[in-house]
T-cell receptor
Framework: SAVISQKPSRDICQRGTSLTIQCQVD?????MFWYRQQPGQSLTLIAT?????????ESGFVIDKFPISRPNLTFSTLTVSNMSPEDSSIYLC????????????FGQGTRLTVV | AQSVTQPDIHITVSEGASLELRCNYS??????LFWYVQSPGQGLQLLLK??????LVQGIKGFEAEFKRSQSSFNLRKPSVHWSDAAEYFC??????????????FGTGTQLKVEL
């Protein structure tokens, strides 16, 4: 199984600023995903981070608000731009199990509070 | 598009009692189904998964789930709940397509409370 490290684990940010969240995996993975979990709600897929090309965003999410980088097969970043209190959420990185392609592993998440 | 429904937002059971958490899914093809648990301040931990074969799957921590295609359900069960099982439980469906990865659609979650 993959071990995923996310940084920071939590942060409190001022509205209008941006925060970049890092996701580091201990092995090379093909597929990396970013999810958002708003307070008291379920997880929603933001985008698929593609290595060597632009991320693929889900409906309701745009690159200008959530730019994503994927420079190699073990690392990705998600930036939450021009933050507002509505962006307060837990952001989770996920990777696909390379062995079976049938399981996703999750990082511990980044708890973001925007004030 | 795939979707997942978890009808019960909150469930309270007594320690030692049996548990069943409901999950219904909507997906055009054979689904890849998962149950995850999220404890307070923790990430998501996979309890079990189904993608083919025996429709009754065993997971970690004594949990099991049964896939019923006719009912589009994948209910999670445990015969005897422990206080440490108090957490939020998420059912999810994935595409399971190589190259498309496991883009997961999650249910809204069921918060389990265990009374001592």
């Amino acid at each position: 199984s993959a071990v995923i490290s996310q940084k920071p684990s939590r942060d409190i940010c001022q509205r209008g600023t941006s925060l970049t969240i890092q996701c580091q995996v201990d092995s090379q993975v093909t597929m990396m995903f970013w999810y958002r979990q708003q307070p008291g709600q379920s997880l929603t897929l933001i985008a698929t981070a593609n290595q060597g090309s632009e991320a693929t965003y889900e409906s309701g999410f745009v690159i200008d608000k959530f730019p994503i980088s994927r420079p190699n097969l073990t690392f990705s970043t998600l930036t939450v731009s021009n933050m507002s209190p509505e962006d307060s959420s837990i952001y989770l990185c996920s990777v696909e199990d390379q062995g079976s392609n049938t399981e996703a592993f999750f990082g511990q998440g980044t708890r973001l509070t925007v004030v | 598009a795939q979707s997942v429904t978890q009808p019960d937002i909150h469930i309270t059971v007594s320690e030692g009692a049996s548990l069943e958490l409901r999950c219904n899914y909507s997906y055009g093809a054979t689904p890849y189904l998962f149950w995850y648990v999220q404890s307070p301040g923790q990430g998501l931990q996979l309890l079990l998964k189904y993608f083919s074969g025996d429709t009754l799957v065993q997971g970690i921590k004594g949990f099991e789930a049964e896939f019923k295609r006719s009912q589009s359900s994948f209910n999670l069960r445990k015969p005897s709940v422990h206080w440490s099982d108090a957490a939020e439980y998420f059912c999810a469906v994935g595409t399971g397509v190589t190259g498309g990865g496991n883009k997961l659609t999650f249910g809204t979650g069921t918060q389990l409370k265990v009374e001592l």
